[in-house]
């Protein structure tokens, strides 16, 4: 069973918002840190932010800085990515991953992994 399921993916235009969620399946992520990643055809996967286990502290890629809000709510066991002002080079099937630590800001110890969803924005 896949732990972690993204949705929320889908085409928009330059300049357009998306909230990109993430439900755990199968079990709690409430003592793990998450995080998004995303990888572009022909590109290795990047790292595009993260957040605590309790959601006070969160990191961001140099490229999303300012344009994206990771948050979660652990009642809920849902993780979030809102991705605003979007360009043609976000476009990327997201992954959303949750690490074995509390916070791993970097991209680094990520051991549980969603499938994906698609992003695409139009010029």
């Known amino acids: 069973q896949v732990p972690l399921v993204e949705s929320g993916g889908g085409l928009v235009q330059a300049g357009g918002s998306l909230r990109l969620s993430c439900a755990a399946r199968g079990r709690t992520f409430s003592s793990n840190g998450m995080g998004w990643f995303r990888q572009a055809p022909g590109k290795e996967r990047e790292f595009v932010a993260a957040v605590s286990w309790s959601g006070d502290r969160t990191s961001y890629a140099d490229s999303v800085k300012g344009r994206c809000t990771i948050s979660r709510d652990n009642a809920k066991n849902m993780g979030y990515l809102l991705m605003n002002s979007l360009k043609p080079e976000d476009t990327a099937v997201y992954y959303c991953?949750?690490?074995?630590?509390?916070?791993?800001?970097?991209?680094?110890?990520?051991?549980?992994w969603g499938q994906g969803t698609q992003v695409t924005v139009s010029s």
């Open positions: 991953a949750a690490t074995v630590s509390r916070f791993s800001p970097y991209g680094q110890g990520y051991e549980y």
